[in-house]
């Protein structure tokens, strides 16, 4: 199946929103699994999952989202997108309790608003430092 790529930003914002929910679902869904089925301590089934997550969310983004590489590696790739996305988790701990510790919100409106501005950080620093036609190495 070919999938239609487009440069546009606008585009591939909302393609990785997809992505990204199909990757959160296996992440969710694998923490959830290896946990309660299979009997694996919660956060090392947590590690797994997320590892899970981001393999499918950077498998999907190179087949759905973006179709221009800077690098022709994609082990160094992966561990650059690998990267963003720890640097994207820790973003997301700060802000949440920032806005839970700090200022005193609810931790679940503090989550709508750091999934957003997590979400961001990721396509964007993604999009610029990994799948941006300019200056192909």
């Known amino acids: 199946m070919k ?12 393609r990785y929103g997809f992505v990204g929910g199909i990757a959160f679902v ?3 869904g694998s923490l959830y699994a290896l946990t309660e089925w299979c009997g694996v301590q919660y956060l090392l089934s947590a590690a797994f999952a997320f590892i899970i997550g981001l393999t499918i969310n950077y498998l999907l983004s190179n087949w759905i989202v973006f179709s221009t590489h800077r690098l022709q590696n994609r082990w160094i790739e992966f ?38 501005l997590v979400f961001l950080w990721n396509f964007f620093v993604r999009k610029l430092t990994l799948f941006n036609q300019h200056n192909n190495a």
């Not at 700060?94 to 957003?116: D, Q």
């Open 3 to 14: 999938i239609l790529h487009s440069q546009d930003t606008f585009y591939q914002l909302i």
């Open 26 to 28: 296996a992440d969710y």
């Open 79 to 116: 561990a650059i997108f690998a990267i963003i996305g720890i640097i994207g988790l820790g973003l997301n701990e700060a802000i949440m309790f920032v806005c839970c510790e700090k200022i005193g919100m609810h931790y679940m409106i503090a989550k709508l608003i750091s999934t957003a």
